[in-house]
């Protein structure tokens, strides 16, 4: 592709809403184009030409005929139709800020010669995306990371917030499982919770764009305990994840807000070979600041800044990418970043103690 047509830009309001958002997390490309015929008026050829595909192309993922499977294209279409690089899973894309450097986007594993999509074709129970066996996957990967630990690993692990201009949080959780021991792992635990709440903490599956394609597990998403600002669930494996055999999970959170200070912490709890945040937040007025905050095993905390690239937009929207490789367990990430809202003063001084903070926490039961 050469390049993207200067002259046409997706608006904010349209790269906001909840279907384009949705569309994006589940890399439903014909979704995408869709709702850019609705809203903008661009029809099937000026999107081909925007995206380097060919008009016959476009008009498969728009009837559902074909899907987007290859990284190359999903980078097409952020490029072509100006698509935040994180709302499609991918690192910052060049054209986001001529300051921030692209990170590289953690690599997802093949399994059986294919990527790995996305997971969950969705029903009442949610079901898990295809897996398979890989051996030589197995064997390649670093077996000493996991050692003093239990043999299931994540691949990667990929956190997406999105705030809106009120504070309400969208938050997009997808995990590359990959089990390196010996028995079947058949439940996945996690927590999460927010100091405020906009009401009840909810959890739903990412629908998959191969939808038609049958699963080779299903996962269903247990509540176990919940109070309005907490939530403790199980991902229910069956059949169970067989040992060298992979599974990706992935699961929207919605009802946090985002007030006052704002942070996210991220517990390791099983060795991590690529982690990747990602924050989007908009409406804001004044981004004074980012850093993050490394605990170790023994309770050590030291500032790192390293792998972490932000950006502050005209339009008031910030972007967010820190990402870590080679994580071993148990220890965790904060990631802190100092903004004031549009119509908001900017805070003077230092920090203020949490009033109304929001934090996730996903971890092991």
């Not at 600002?229 to 494996?237: D, E, N, R, V």
Request: aromatic letters at 6%.
């Amino acid at each position: 592709m050469q390049g993207r047509e200067s002259e046409y830009r997706m608006p904010e309001w349209l790269l906001g809403r909840d279907e384009m958002i949705e569309a994006c997390a589940a890399r439903d490309i014909g979704a995408v184009f869709r709702l850019a015929r609705r809203h903008t008026g661009c029809y099937n050829s000026r999107l081909a030409r925007l995206c380097g595909l060919t008009p016959s192309r476009v008009g498969e993922y728009t009837s559902g005929r074909s899907h987007a499977q290859q990284q190359q294209v999903i980078e097409r279409v952020a490029d072509g139709l100006g698509i935040p690089g994180h709302m499609l899973g991918l690192a910052p894309r060049p054209w986001e800020s001529g300051d921030v450097p692209a990170l590289p986007a953690p690599r997802v594993p093949r399994i059986g010669g294919e990527p790995t999509g996305p997971p969950w074709p969705g029903s009442g129970e949610h079901e898990g995306a295809a897996s398979g066996h890989d051996t030589a996957l197995a064997d390649a990967f670093d077996v000493g990371f996991a050692e003093n630990a239990e043999k299931v690993v994540e691949l990667s692990t990929e956190v997406a917030l999105d705030i809106a201009v009120g504070g309400h949080a969208r938050v997009l959780y997808r995990h590359v499982l990959l089990n390196l021991g010996e028995r079947p792992m058949a439940r996945f635990a996690r927590q999460v919770w927010f100091e405020q709440t906009s009401g009840r903490i909810s959890l739903v599956p990412v629908r998959s764009p191969t939808a038609g394609t049958a699963p080779s597990h299903a996962v269903t998403i247990r509540r176990v305990h919940e109070t309005e600002t907490f939530l403790k669930f199980a991902c229910l494996i069956t059949p169970p994840l067989a040992p060298r055999e992979s599974l990706v999970l992935q699961y929207l959170c919605t009802g946090g807000l985002f007030v006052n200070d704002h942070y996210w912490r991220q517990d390791i709890v099983r060795p991590t070979k690529q982690l990747q945040l990602t924050v989007r937040q908009l409406g804001v007025a004044t981004l004074r600041g980012c850093d993050v905050l490394e605990e170790q095993a023994d309770g050590r905390e030291a500032p790192s800044s390293s792998g972490v690239a932000w950006t502050h937009r005209e339009d008031g929207t910030v972007l967010i990418t820190c990402c870590r490789a080679d994580l071993h367990a148990p220890r965790a990430l904060t990631l802190r970043w100092d903004v004031a809202a549009a119509g908001r003063p900017a805070a003077e001084g230092p920090v203020a103690a949490p009033d109304g903070l929001p934090i996730g926490t996903p971890a092991e039961a």
